[in-house]
């Protein structure tokens, strides 16, 4: 490739809408370009970073015996209804009309097409395991997109589904799934690790999310630096707070007392009450699909909406409006409580770190006023226990016991054992060895593939551009001229090299615009090309080319022996990449 051939269009002010990093690097190397919010043109730089990450995702999916596909886009209607998501999943579907009015949804990933691909194709044991997958453009009505490629409107993701007989199985292809997403990233130069996660709209009863560290990710991950714990704080648990909940009581009844203008735990907290927020319960009033619901958790504690979801089954929580509280509870925000006056049918659901809690204070659902001595067991009708707090930084982790961390990450790959949930609503069910007709087991795999090449140059990057990873640059190798004229030896000398190289399949650019050099040098840095092979008079007078690697400092290399280094550099480089 030629520079002068290609379309590089550089730009040396920070665009002033991108906020991260990786989205300015993104825009000013001229890898894309923003056509609206959400929504991006690939440059030919861009793309081919972009192609060679799809290749090393497809050697490792062929490797770990996935068969690929192709599947549409738009997708019916029906099947979404069939598997419940044109509900469930409503808030990031794209819906569509066509001209005789039906309707359409454009995939925001494919579990409904490909359980009816299976449904109609597999009969029998005998066409089982199956792992498809294929790398097809997504569209998510997203509430924000933001950071480039990081959260768009439409996407390029691998999605893989596995198709198993029993649940062993469907075990084994998960395992053969996370164990192809740890290469594929270690491959693509990234430091990314696996996390316990939440399983979200998609279901299914286990999950791991591929995190890649770094301040401007959207999720916190909580993890033991042993590295035998780490969890999307989701789903984080951990051995409890501290201090511990009181659980030493008096005795004593519930006893109202007046709190005028305490509203808030803290308020409650401090003189002259001074009811520390461990010895609080706090009593937040939801709506879970349209039902209202308490939930009580220490005051010291956050609640963790993911844990909501997944432990009450629901697929919608929001918190109460004040009409909705008053109506339900008869007081306002700040005197809630669930000892007196809470409605039969209204379920009360109580986070694990109460059970056994006494001497604790609450509200009591008259304004202005507060309840003392409650306690949990004797005084509260609890309907269900479970885990509904947020993890804190310092608790101890339930695997070692040491304190634990917690960081921001980005998603790049998500990995689910979804059980029957699809293949039951699908139909995809096969004749068995023992005759019976039974359902398949699935599990689902998602790499966001535009989003991973954002991530690598979120991790891959210094002041002064890009800093790809050998695997997926654009270009392994910009060959410099400092005299782009045919005759020149400089020039000569370039294309020599370059005729060299693509023999030896070295991926090379040859930097052929008529610029100074400081130029060429800024914008090679900036597009982030691993080798720089700069080719200048001065130096050829020396029998001499330089070597400058992206990061590293210039080495001189005789123009004999120049072809045979960079080669050297490149294969090395790649083999470090697995
Ligand atoms: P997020 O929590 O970031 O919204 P998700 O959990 O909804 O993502 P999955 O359904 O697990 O995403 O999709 C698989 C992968 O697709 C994700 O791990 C991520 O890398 C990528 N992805 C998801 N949404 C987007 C988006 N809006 N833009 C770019 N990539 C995305
Ligand atoms: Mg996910």
């Not at 060679?52 to 497809?58: A, N, P």
């Not at 305490?262 to 927020?277: E, F, N, Q, Y």
């Not at 109506?327 to 000892?339: E, I, K």
Request: proline share 5%; net charge neutral.
């Amino acid at each position: 490739m030629y520079w002068t051939q290609t379309f590089i269009p550089t730009l040396k002010e920070t665009p002033a809408d991108a906020e991260i990093v990786s989205h300015q690097l993104l825009l000013r190397a001229g890898l894309v370009r923003k056509l609206t919010g959400g929504l991006y043109t690939f440059l030919p730089m861009g793309l081919r970073a972009l192609r060679k990450i799809e290749q090393i995702i497809r050697e490792e999916m062929n490797g770990a015996g996935g068969i690929e596909v192709l599947m549409p886009a738009l997708q019916p209607a029906e099947i979404w209804k069939q598997s419940g998501r044109y509900e469930t999943a409503a808030d990031v579907l794209y819906k569509v009309r066509d001209r005789a009015r039906k309707e359409w949804v454009l995939g925001p990933t494919h579990e409904e097409v490909i359980t009816t691909l299976a449904a109609n194709e597999i009969n029998s044991y005998r066409q089982l395991p199956r792992i498809f997958y294929q790398i097809q453009t997504k569209f998510r009505d997203e509430i924000r997109p933001r950071f480039g490629l990081m959260r768009a409107k439409e996407f390029i993701m691998k999605d893989a589904y596995s198709f198993d007989t029993i649940d062993a199985g469907a075990m084994a292809s998960y395992r053969r799934m996370y164990d192809a997403y740890t290469r594929i990233f270690r491959r693509c130069g990234l430091q990314a690790f696996p996390v316990e996660a939440d399983t979200g709209v998609i279901g299914g009863n286990y999950s791991h999310e591929f995190m890649v560290p770094a301040e401007t990710g959207e999720n916190d991950v909580v993890y033991c630096e042993s590295g035998r714990y780490a969890a999307n704080i989701e789903k984080a648990t951990s051995r409890g707070a501290s201090p511990s909940t009181p659980t030493a009581g008096t005795g004593a009844s519930p006893a109202t007392f007046p709190t005028p203008g305490v509203l808030t735990i803290d308020a409650l907290a401090a003189a002259p009450h001074s009811v520390p927020a461990h010895a609080q319960i706090k009593t937040l009033v939801y709506v879970l699909d349209s039902k209202p619901a308490l939930i009580l958790i220490r005051g010291d504690d956050a609640l963790n909406e993911a844990k909501l979801l997944a432990k009450t089954g629901a697929t919608q929580a929001r918190p109460a409006t004040g009409d909705e509280i008053v109506t339900t509870l008869g007081a306002h925000p700040g005197s809630l409580g669930a000892v007196h006056k809470v409605p039969e049918d209204v379920s009360v659901y109580a986070d694990e770190l109460l059970r056994g809690a006494r001497g604790m204070t609450t509200g009591a659902n008259t304004d202005g006023f507060h309840l003392q001595h409650v306690e949990m067991d004797r005084d509260i009708r609890v309907s269900h226990w479970g885990d509904f707090r947020t993890v804190r930084a310092g608790e101890l982790c339930v695997e070692t016991g040491q304190p634990l961390k917690i960081r921001r990450a980005i998603e790049v790959g998500h990995v689910f054992k979804l059980g029957t949930k699809y293949s039951e609503k699908l139909n995809s069910t096969f004749l068995a060895e023992d005759g019976s007709r039974q359902t398949t087991v699935m599990g689902c795999y998602g790499i966001g593939v535009t989003r991973t090449l954002q991530a690598v140059i979120e991790q891959c990057h210094d002041k002064d551009g890009i800093s790809w990873p050998l695997s997926v640059a654009p270009h392994q190798v910009c060959l410099t001229p400092l005299n782009v004229t045919p005759e020149s030896q400089p020039r000569q000398v370039a294309e020599k090299l370059r005729a060299e190289l693509l023999a030896a399949g070295i991926d090379v650019i040859l930097d052929d615009r008529d610029e100074r050099p400081g130029v060429k040098f800024k914008d090679s840095e900036l597009v982030g090309f691993p080798l720089r092979v700069n080719v200048g008079e001065k130096s050829l007078a020396k029998g001499e080319v330089e070597l400058k690697p992206r990061g590293g400092s210039m080495q001189p290399a005789k123009i004999e022996e120049a072809a045979a280094q960079i080669i050297a550099f490149v294969r090395a480089g790649m083999a470090a990449l697995g």
